[in-house]
């Protein structure tokens, strides 16, 4: 799965940082959201993956840096963390 893969990486490299895009707010990205879940934030890198995968609200533009807000407050709502 994503999650084991990812807990597999972690531990062979500690300092790994790992990118998020806005797939973390799509309705159907359950095992991306578990590996959020999992990521401590200090290792976790926010992506829009421009020019494609727009995260919700924007899905069907095309992905831009400014979208990157999004991405971020879908890993807070993942992470229950407040806005």
Not at 20 to 44: H, Q
Not at 50 to 66: F, K, L, N, S
Request: aromatic share 8%; hydrophobic share 40%.
């Amino acid at each position: 799965s994503s999650r084991s893969l990812a807990q597999e990486f972690r531990a062979r490299f500690p300092q790994l940082c790992m990118g998020f895009t806005g797939v973390v707010t799509f309705r159907n990205a359950a095992a991306v959201k578990e590996v959020v879940r999992e990521v401590p934030m200090d290792r976790i890198l926010l992506e829009t993956d421009g020019p494609y995968m727009a995260p919700e609200p924007c899905r069907g533009r095309v992905a831009t840096p400014g979208h990157v807000a999004y991405v971020a407050e879908g890993i807070a709502n993942i992470k229950g963390l407040p806005r």
